[in-house]
């Protein structure tokens, strides 16, 4: 009991210094856990730090030092130091991550960790599924728990539902804590929740233990959180945890409570302290009189401000570290160990696009138990029973036919239609070191995962300072040229992915190029965006033969698909046989055009484009995207920055209109670039 007030003590005071800290600007930042104390130190209690997995929120100080973090620590990422465990100076404070103690980097955005975790829990479920995994994956454990915390507005997340979909579904155990003190920022949460009580609104969920507790009651929260977790290490499926708690302070000290807090409310909530609850508790039970109480708050003091002077001395990270960890360190897709394209022996049959991703899937599944292949459709029949007796679907375009039958439904099966889930889940399965390569059915349709992708996928890596990572493959079936598109199954806004770093962005013209690139995509060590152009999926123009199960392709390399001397046209996707198309009309002009493809848009090979340049010293950037703020505009801007003295002619753009792409095909022609469109650019462009 003593440790118990001490932890949630020494949490109050770690506040009440940042605030303290803040005030001198001697830190920039601060978001306090005040008044949710009692149920994270029961929470911490009844689970193991470096066995069981954790997914806080900002408000879980107090749960973080129960499970073992020092207050050194917690001040080290208040003054933003390079010793910081949780993020090395990355991240605002009471963003939690400690790799030790298997609590995952945090974010900012609420409610994302949710589905993480979930995916987090879901790696334990397939590793005990897949029996060649248990040789492969280290640091699981039969009876691990999975942690995560909310408020009650980030109930309101869509995400929040889609989490206990999963966990309930696949019995996962999650202990999902609510830590509802009333208030989302200044919206009370009547205002967010219909009823006002959001364990009443999840009560109909089937395997949900669900639980209510008064958070500021410390034997309360103890007692509740040990059932919840026994639930969970019985396999019995995930536990709801639903503690009305208190907020003393503001919801950080850029906000102000009084604007929108009557003072009696305030009062009412200061009543209900958790802090002076069970201090009087202790005094009142003999367990210790006043004078050891003080004594007891004096030294929990005196170490406070030790760590502080020790963190205000600690030094920050080098300007030089800034580029750190935005990729992997120890993999290097653009290494030459990922290059055997120039040795490759052709075998067998040509195959479409479709076919040779299709291929590769199945040759890296049987290399590697921990690829996991899943998204909507993608599953032969998810009715097992029934697979003897139909041809199966295996995804909307029969890219992964066949999966489910070759390597079972632990590891090729269907998700929720719901594109967050399937990428926070792969999150949290890759934080566990499984390999995922999930499908997002059409790229039109990813935007519901953007969030993941920008915010968590990306930022991984490099918002932990390389303490996690989440390598996972999103396959995205991408472009137009479809009779029929229409504005939903069209779109190919690459751009909007390519300007975020740490992703790498991938987009083949040509079934070889899709086999070799997949394989590198799924052999490294970073997320990728591997866009899959719907018009090159079955077209006889860029059919290959088999090139064997090792072939690889490097990001950033680009391909001279056509040699030429007057003009470079710099290209990708649907838009290189359109270029070659273009290219040979001009040569019957006596224009000799040269092309480009790219093949990966992030990272792209620079060389190749300034080798080409050079030599034709006229260039045309050639896409899908829409013309203003679309890809091109990154090359052409550069090739007028670096290239300039080399250039003869202006860069000239070849792009869709800035539009979006119409569903009669006359109009559709129109909108999208056409061969006819990239020929009048080469002849306007060599006569300048």
Partial sequence: ?????????????????????????????????????????????????????????????????????????????????????????????????????????????????????????????????????????????????????????????????????????????????????????????????????????????????????????????????????????????????????????????????????????????????????????????????????????DEIDREINQAADAALASPQPPPETALDFIYSPDVDPTAKEFDNEDNVELSGNPGTMVDLINRCLHTEMKRDPRVLVFGEDVADCSREDALGRVKGKGGVFKVTANLQREFGSARAFNSPLAEANIVGRAIGLATRGLKPVVEIQFFDYIWPAFHQIRNELALMRWRSGNEFSSPVVVRVPVGGYLKGGAVYHSQSGVSTFTQIPGLRVVYPANALDANGLLRTAIRGDDPVIFLEHKHLYRQAYNKSAYPGDDFMIPFGKAKTVREGTDLSIITYGALVQRSLVAAREAEKQGISVEIVDLRTLSPYDWNAITESVKKTSRVIVAHEDSLSWGYGAEIAARLANELFEYLDAPVRRVAALDSFVAYAPQLEDAILPQSSDVLAAITELHNY
């Fill in 1 to 297: 009991m003593l440790q118990f007030y001490r932890v949630m003590y020494q949490s109050r005071r770690l506040d009440d210094k940042e605030i303290q800290l803040k005030g001198q600007n001697r830190i920039f930042f601060q978001i306090s856990g005040a008044g949710h104390e009692a149920i994270l130190v029961a929470a911490g209690m009844c689970l193991k730090p470096g066995h069981d997995w954790f997914y806080p929120y900002y408000r879980d100080r107090a749960l973080c030092l129960q499970l073992g973090m020092t207050p050194l620590e917690m001040l080290l990422e208040g003054v933003g130091a390079a010793d910081d465990p949780n993020s090395h100076g990355r991240q605002m404070p009471s963003h939690w991550g400690h790799k030790k103690l298997n609590i995952v980097s945090q974010s900012s955005p609420t409610g994302t960790q949710l589905l993480q975790a979930v995916g987090c829990a879901e790696a334990g479920y397939r590793v005990k599924l897949i029996k060649d995994l248990k040789r492969r994956i280290k640091n699981f454990r039969n009876d691990e728990v999975v942690y995560v915390s909310l408020g009650d507005g980030t109930t309101s997340e869509g995400e929040f539902w889609e989490a206990l979909n999963t966990a309930c579904n696949l019995k996962l155990p999650v202990v999902f804590l609510v830590e509802d003190n009333g208030y989302a920022i200044s919206v009370p949460v009547e205002v967010q929740t219909a009823g006002g009580d959001v364990s009443r609104l999840v009560k109909g969920f089937p395997n949900l233990f669900v639980q209510r507790c008064d958070g500021t009651d410390a034997i309360e929260s103890f007692v509740t959180m040990r059932r919840a977790v026994e639930n969970c290490r019985r396999n019995r499926g995930p536990s709801f945890v639903h503690a009305k708690v208190i907020r003393p302070y503001s919801h950080s000290l850029s906000d102000d409570e009084k604007l929108y807090r009557a003072d009696e409310e305030r009062a009412s909530d200061a009543e209900r302290d958790p802090i002076k609850r069970f201090g009087t508790l202790l005094i009142d039970e003999g367990v210790i009189d006043q004078d050891g109480l003080q004594q007891l708050k």
